[in-house]
């Protein structure tokens, strides 16, 4: 390996988990903020900066600083009878085995380094020119290929599900080495829901392979590029794979391995300072990387609609409208910032669906997994393989008929985006209206008296 690719693996390292770590911390004070917005509260307004004699609270962030000066700064407890070894391992292993999942996710296109051009070209109207092709070394100026992954294995989805599987451990070991029976109940359920739910996770998964024909994340990514995003050819396994992902992460509506009403904290309820931070932090990192493979598989990773490697081309079928050249540095720009967006929103998502489901019961967890969404995995395969085999012998009218389909697709997520962007913008502009409403014939009586005194603390 020469000294320019070990610089380019550690770019590639920084980014990522640059932003994992930053997304993560600030899934904290979003989990807050959320959930203060549903419920109709004031939310994270405690924490306080002093300045000058006035007073920065910054939309409750120094409420997520104030936590990690917490973790830091707690007693460190360990309980008599604890495995000493385990038990400090455990976090450890929880932590390590979602930062390895980073090695395998890509988060851009290809960068050829000899087609780098600032400048803009012009609009074009009429025939595509020839697009830009695969990168290869160029032995004259020394340029390679660098991938955006940063490890860009062969084996792509079999790595990732090793690796996810280690969390497990993790889990396992920290709730028999507590010494502590609320925290084994933890660990058993921990174990057994993540080995139930990752079944249906790992087939959710067999149909997609099937559509993409290789199991390497990246060319999941460019053949979605090339003709449609994952969700529209797999939509029962997009829904699968997101409820088995948040049932991984342990987060409500499965968060019974933690149940604070029956178990405490569950697995980790021994745990103080800064190993009860790598746990807690490791459930948000969860988030985040689970965020990037369901947008890597299912919604074009690094992909935009119309968008190829050479610019933009609005093409409807065989008919071009607008083809826009873009140099390849703004177009590598634009897929890194397309992916990292698309995962943001899928972690929103995931925090609303935190804060709006209420909790399942345990024997429900477990027949939900075994007996709904495995099932419906399995079924989802043998759909797959019979449509997909219909399909290559329906000739060359089916497949001019899918690629206009695929247009069609494009066209409807580019309308929706932009649907999407101007509501947030509405949303934002626009004053909150707040109404009160009485519930119950107590508020009514407690009203025509005069109302309620409001505390120091509601003021």
Request: proline share 4%; with cysteine.
């Amino acid at each position: 390996m020469s000294a320019s690719q070990i610089v380019w693996t550690l770019i590639k390292i920084l980014i990522m988990v640059g932003f994992l770590l930053n997304v993560a911390g600030l899934l904290t004070w979003l989990d807050r903020r959320q959930s203060a917005m549903i419920q109709h509260r004031i939310g994270p307004n405690r924490a306080v900066v002093k300045l000058f004699g006035k007073e920065f609270r910054i939309a409750g962030l120094l409420h997520t600083a104030a936590d990690g000066i917490k973790f830091f700064t707690k007693e460190d407890f360990m309980p008599p009878n604890a495995d000493p070894l385990l038990f400090m391992l455990a976090p450890i292993i929880a932590m390590a085995s979602v930062f390895a999942l980073l090695s395998a996710i890509p988060f851009g296109d290809t960068i050829c380094l000899h087609h780098f051009r600032l400048g803009w070209p012009n609009v074009m109207v009429g025939p595509a020119v020839e697009r830009l092709g695969t990168c290869s070394a160029d032995a004259k100026s020394g340029s390679f290929p660098v991938e955006l992954t940063i490890a860009p294995l062969g084996v792509g989805v079999l790595y990732i599900f090793a690796m996810a599987g280690q969390g497990i451990i993790g889990a396992a070991i920290a709730g028999w080495s507590s010494d502590n029976k609320f925290s084994l109940m933890g660990a058993l359920r921990a174990a057994s829901q993540m080995v139930s739910y990752e079944v249906t996770l790992g087939m959710s998964l067999v149909g997609a392979m099937m559509i993409y024909g290789t199991v390497r994340l990246d060319d999941m990514v460019r053949w979605q590029g090339e003709h449609t995003w994952g969700i529209f050819v797999q939509p029962l396994a997009f829904f699968l794979f997101f409820a088995s992902s948040v049932a991984e992460n342990k987060r409500i509506p499965f968060d019974l391995p933690e149940a604070e009403s029956e178990l405490v904290s569950g697995y980790f309820t021994e745990y103080a300072g800064m190993k009860f931070g790598m746990f807690y932090f490791a459930e948000y990192a969860e988030i985040v990387t689970g965020s990037m493979l369901l947008v890597a598989i299912f919604l074009g990773g690094w992909a935009l609609p119309f968008f190829h490697r050479d610019g933009f081309t609005l093409e409807i079928g065989s008919v071009q409208v607008v083809h826009w050249l873009i140099p390849h540095v703004w177009m590598i720009v634009i897929g890194v910032l397309a992916f990292f967006g698309k995962v943001l929103a899928v972690c929103w998502v995931q925090c609303f669906v935190r804060w709006t489901l209420p909790r399942f019961r345990y024997d429900q967890l477990m027949k939900l997994g075994w007996k709904v969404l495995l099932p419906a995995s399995l079924g989802n395969i043998l759909v797959t393989g019979v449509v997909t085999l219909a399909l290559d012998e329906g000739g060359a009218q089916v497949s001019d008929s899918l690629k206009a389909a695929a247009d069609v697709t494009q066209a409807v997520v580019a309308v929706s985006t932009l649907y999407f962007f101007g509501r947030i913008a509405v949303g934002l502009l626009s004053a909150v209206k707040h109404q009160r409403t009485l519930l119950g014939s107590s508020a009514e009586a407690s009203e025509k008296l005069g109302g309620t005194k409001t505390t120091p603390m509601q003021a």
